[in-house]
């Protein structure tokens, strides 16, 4: 089994930032760096975070949050001109349940977005594309998952790089949980392993015939999936 360690970025500000390059495949070789970013929310971002994340060479920035989200958080990266606002849920929808429930029901109410997500990482100008939501780790998760899969990631590695949002995010949950009055949601009182992540991906093979076949429904062309692979392999 081939050894992954992450690779962290330090964008003063965020805590849960790492390129994507370095990752094994299944075939062998890995992922390539400088292409793909996951991170929580830019607004947490000080100034000089904005300075590291422009000093990366972003060529597209996918905000996958809902609008309401976006009205009380903004993005710090939102001048920048490859940002593009795709949020994979409607507006005001409920996030209810277990995880693994979470993450299911929004991949199946939801092909379309998804697949116009995944487009924005094919089809995106040469350079690094960051993906984030608010924590950088379920919608985020689901993407990078996606678009990994679809470039034929070792999906234990996958997993791995899944649960290390957890460790990344310790300092800032540990710090909410001490506010007066915070209680978080009992479904989701204990972070979520890297099971979750699997099952979503098994949901799709069970349900949808897979990842490709998933987001092939949903609108992602041929000329897509080659691209992402493409992109992501090299």
Not at 17 to 43: F, K
Not at 59 to 69: F, K
Not at 177 to 185: I, L, S, V
Not at 189 to 205: F, N, S, Y
């Amino acid at each position: 089994m081939t050894l992954y360690t992450p690779l962290h970025l330090d964008w003063p500000g965020c805590l849960n930032v790492r390129d994507l390059g370095g990752l094994p495949l299944t075939g062998g070789g890995t992922v390539r760096e400088r292409v793909l970013v996951r991170s929580e929310s830019p607004s947490y971002l000080t100034d000089d975070g904005v300075t590291a994340a422009g000093a990366y060479g972003l060529s597209r920035i996918i905000d996958l949050r809902r609008p309401e989200e976006l009205e009380e958080w903004p993005s710090r990266l939102a001048d920048l001109p490859g940002y593009l606002h795709l949020p994979v849920q409607g507006a005001d929808e409920p996030e209810e349940g277990p995880w693994v429930h979470l993450y299911q029901g929004l991949l199946d109410r939801h092909p379309e977005l998804f697949a116009r997500a995944l487009a924005a990482v094919a089809d995106a100008p040469e350079g690094p594309v960051l993906v984030h939501c608010a924590a950088g780790k379920d919608r985020t998760g689901l993407v990078v998952a996606l678009a990994l899969s679809l470039a034929g990631a070792d999906v234990d590695a996958l997993a791995d790089d899944y649960e290390v949002t957890n460790e990344r995010l310790a300092p800032r949950y540990a710090g909410r949980a001490a506010e007066p009055g915070y209680e978080p949601p009992a479904a989701r009182r204990v972070p979520p392993t890297r099971q979750v992540i699997l099952g979503a991906l098994e949901h799709l093979d069970s349900r949808h015939g897979g990842v490709e076949a998933y987001l092939t429904a949903g609108g992602l062309t041929p000329g897509h999936v080659r691209a992402l692979r493409d992109r992501l392999v090299g």
